[in-house]
Structure formats: structure tokens, C-alpha cells
């Protein structure tokens, strides 16, 4: 629980750290591309969807009496809030893999300038800078296929009766495991600690893991700040792997 609770603060702290002098500019392109993704996704969504919905909500009240009109704004009404709600569960899900594959080269040059500011001295992998750039959207596509490998079995779990009671709680528990593994990759990564390495070593600090990805959840969850999530997960694993982690690896 004392690690549960360290890696807790860790992420806590990675959002503190975001208004730092030295890392605004690697915070603002990540935050650009994920509002540019999510406003696109949304902004699809609703085109091709929209019209849609307002011929449902207009079908489905048709046959009330004029005045019981206030029943139909009602339930027409209602349906766009759950479309609207549906709408972002299905964004948050599907195009928050696509922002973080297109935001990895960045996250990456941000975890090293704050390992830098950290410690000093930036972190020296042996690899170029642009090798890295090139091979880290490959890495993020390992992560995913690592995510689904566990996330189908898992899914299937809601489907079992009895079993499905419990499901939610496994899930949120994979959920912040996975969190924790995907943004401890960039500091990690930047000294040439390949996805499976990295697992091994959480492995030994589960509760350090679990602590941090779970902060990251809320934050994913909470709008307005589900947009500054993401680099401040990186600042925070970041933080994580210079004081815990890098002493354990070396």
C-alpha cells in the first residue's frame, strides 16, 4: 500500500510539474495533437451521426399528442445526451490509442528534458535521437497488441454471470497497470529499456504501477484536465523513473 500510495504521488506531481520553465513547449505539441484528434473524432461523430439521431428522436415522439409537447423536447432531448455521452465513451476509447501513437515521438523528447532538468544530464541510450523518433510509433503498436492480448479474455469476464460482478474491478485494476506500462515507457525507452524489459521490472514494484496508472485513469476521465493527462504522465513517470526506478535498473 506505501507504494500504491508513492506511485499515486508521482502522478499527482507530473501535473504540478507541467508549468515548469523548459517543458512547455514539449507539452503543447502532445496537447495540439490530442485536441486535434478528439475535436476531429467528435467533430465526425456528429456530422455523419447527427442527422441521424434528430430523425430517431423526431420518429420516436412522433405519435404523442401536441400537447404533450414538452414530453417529446423531453425525450428528444435525452436522446442526444446519451448519444452525446456515447459519443465520447467511443472517442475516448478508440482515438486515445491513435493520440498517443502520434503524440510517442514527442512524449519521448519530453521525458528527456525533464530527466535532464532532474538530473542534469540527459539520458544516453547509445541510439540516435531520430532512430528513436522512427521506432517509436513500432513500439507503441507493441503496446497495443500486448493491451489486446489481455483485453479480449478480460472483456469476455462481463459476459460470464456471477463472474461479470466482479469483472469492473479486474478491469479498472488492467486498466492502470497498462496506464502505468505505457507512459513509463518513454523515460525508460530513452535508455534503450525495450517493452519487455520494462515489464519485468514492474513486475518486482506492482504497487508502485498500479498507484500511478490509477491517478492516470482519473485524470483520463476528468474533462479539460483528460487533455493535460497525457504529458503530465509523461512528466510523472518520468519523475517516477529518475528517484525509483533508474537506481534499481543501473
Do not use: C
Not at 137 to 152: D, N, R, S, T
Not at 183 to 189: E, K, M, S, T
Not at 235 to 249: F, I, N, Q, R, Y
Amino acid at each position: 500500500m506505501w507504494e500504491f500510495k508513492d506511485g499515486a504521488h508521482y502522478a499527482i506531481r507530473g501535473l504540478s510539474l507541467l508549468t515548469k520553465p523548459g517543458l512547455r513547449r514539449f507539452v503543447i505539441m502532445p496537447l495540439l495533437i490530442n485536441i486535434a484528434v478528439f475535436g476531429s473524432a467528435l467533430w465526425w461523430l456528429f456530422s455523419r451521426l447527427g442527422p441521424r439521431v434528430s430523425a430517431w428522436s423526431e420518429a420516436a415522439v412522433s405519435w404523442l399528442p401536441d400537447w404533450l409537447g414538452w414530453v417529446s423536447t423531453m425525450l428528444s432531448g435525452l436522446m442526444w445526451i446519451v448519444f452525446g455521452l456515447g459519443a465520447l465513451v467511443v472517442v475516448f476509447y478508440l482515438f486515445s490509442a491513435v493520440a498517443n501513437l502520434l503524440a510517442a515521438p514527442f512524449n519521448g523528447l519530453l521525458a528527456e528534458k525533464v530527466e535532464a532538468q532532474l538530473t542534469g544530464t540527459a539520458p544516453d541510450s547509445s541510439v540516435s535521437i531520430w532512430k528513436e523518433i522512427a521506432v517509436a510509433p513500432a513500439q507503441e503498436l507493441g503496446k497495443l497488441f500486448y493491451f489486446l492480448v489481455w483485453a479480449i479474455p478480460l472483456a469476455v469476464l462481463f459476459l460470464i454471470p456471477g463472474i461479470n460482478l466482479a469483472a469492473p474491478i479486474v478491469w479498472g485494476v488492467f486498466s492502470a497497470w497498462m496506464l502505468a506500462l505505457q507512459y513509463l515507457d518513454y523515460p525508460l525507452g530513452n535508455h534503450a529499456i525495450r517493452f519487455k524489459a520494462q515489464r519485468a521490472m514492474m513486475r518486482q514494484r506492482r504497487g508502485l504501477g498500479l498507484g500511478f496508472g490509477s491517478v492516470v485513469m482519473v485524470l483520463t476521465t476528468v474533462p479539460i484536465l483528460n487533455f493535460l493527462a497525457m504529458p503530465a504522465a509523461v512528466v510523472g513517470a518520468t519523475v517516477l523513473w529518475v528517484e525509483k526506478l533508474k537506481s534499481e535498473a543501473d
